[in-house]
């Protein structure tokens, strides 16, 4: 399964504005991130980049949005791993990352955290899997939306410790962990996290990553419960197919420029974020691995989506 490169090229590039769609509300890490790397990158194209949010149906409406974009280098998504993931888990996919997008450059690593309320009784993950399987009928996980990395994270761990629980998809991040500080559901997956961790607002219990995360050494990774659980989230940028290659490369250039200063660095940082900065090709040869591993996690699970 390979992804399609560009065509060759128009004139300079820019002399108008750029956009990037964010497929999530704001708020979120997706959000923050695209605005951190837009405003970075408007610097050295001399344009400025517009942050446009579309979120809806676990990122693929703003995604579809730019896969039906003009291919002129003026319209980019903003796009993580549930663009992989929604691959598998609609039945009808607004659009195919396979060929309807161009990897552009990956941009961040980031782990999901599972979290609670500061108030719940559950205070590990061991509690949380005793609890679950004790109420069944009452534990309950906030997730960011149908088809997103933390949406698989709590189907993977229902399958793969055997217990039951509901997921229950919002519109984002900011509103999953809104859910867990409020009490109204039993903990929340996010990966935007970090920050309420640190000021106490909730509480981190599992980092989904294979092993524990340097910004928060104390938190236990959940392949310490579960063996071999692995759900590491990314964020990269995507252009229409079509669009041609030195606006592309040019692009991934300035990203990677942009992802080395080290004032960029320690904002993603205070996020829990690894900076990736690939070349296009590079971004295209991860993609691909992606949906070869996500495919043979997400069919067994037997969960899909009309």
């Not at 959940?222 to 290659?245: L, M």
């Not at 592309?248 to 960029?264: F, G, R």
Request: one cysteine or more; a neutral charge; hydrophobic letters at 45%.
């Amino acid at each position: 399964m390979l992804l399609l490169f560009a065509i060759p090229s128009y004139a300079a590039w820019p002399d108008k504005d750029v956009t990037f769609i964010v497929p999530f509300p704001p708020a979120g890490n997706t959000d923050a991130v695209a605005r951190l790397i837009a405003t970075n990158v408007s610097t050295s194209i001399g344009k400025q980049i517009i942050v446009d949010n579309r979120p809806g149906a676990g990122s693929m409406i703003g995604s579809q949005m730019v896969a039906r974009a003009k291919p002129d280098g003026y319209t980019f998504l903003v796009g993580s791993i549930a663009n992989v993931l929604n691959h598998f888990f609609y039945k009808k996919p607004l659009y195919d990352i396979t060929s309807d997008l161009i990897p552009v450059s990956q941009i961040i690593n980031v782990p999901n955290y599972i979290v609670v309320g500061d108030k719940s009784e559950i205070k590990s993950f061991r509690d949380l899997l005793i609890y679950a399987k004790s109420f069944p009928e009452k534990t309950t996980c906030a997730t960011t939306g149908v088809g997103t990395s933390t949406y698989l994270t709590c189907e993977m761990i229902k399958a793969m410790a055997g217990v039951s629980i509901t997921n229950v998809p919002y519109k984002g991040g900011a509103a999953a962990m809104q859910s867990a500080m409020a009490g109204e559901v039993t903990f929340a997956i996010a990966n935007e996290a970090l920050p309420f961790i640190k000021d106490g607002r909730l509480t981190g219990i599992a980092v989904t990553i294979p092993t524990r995360s340097a910004f928060v050494p104390n938190i236990p990774a959940v392949s310490e419960f579960i063996p071999k659980f692995d759900v590491t989230s990314w964020y990269g940028v995507f252009a229409p197919a079509g669009t041609p290659k030195d606006i592309v490369d040019d692009l991934a250039s300035k990203i990677q420029l942009t992802l080395k200063q080290p004032e960029v660095i320690r904002k993603l940082e205070s996020l829990g974020a690894v900076p990736v900065g690939s070349s296009p090709r590079e971004f295209a040869r991860y993609i691909n691995l992606e949906l070869k591993k996500w495919e043979l996690v997400i069919k067994p699970l037997n969960v899909s989506v009309d």
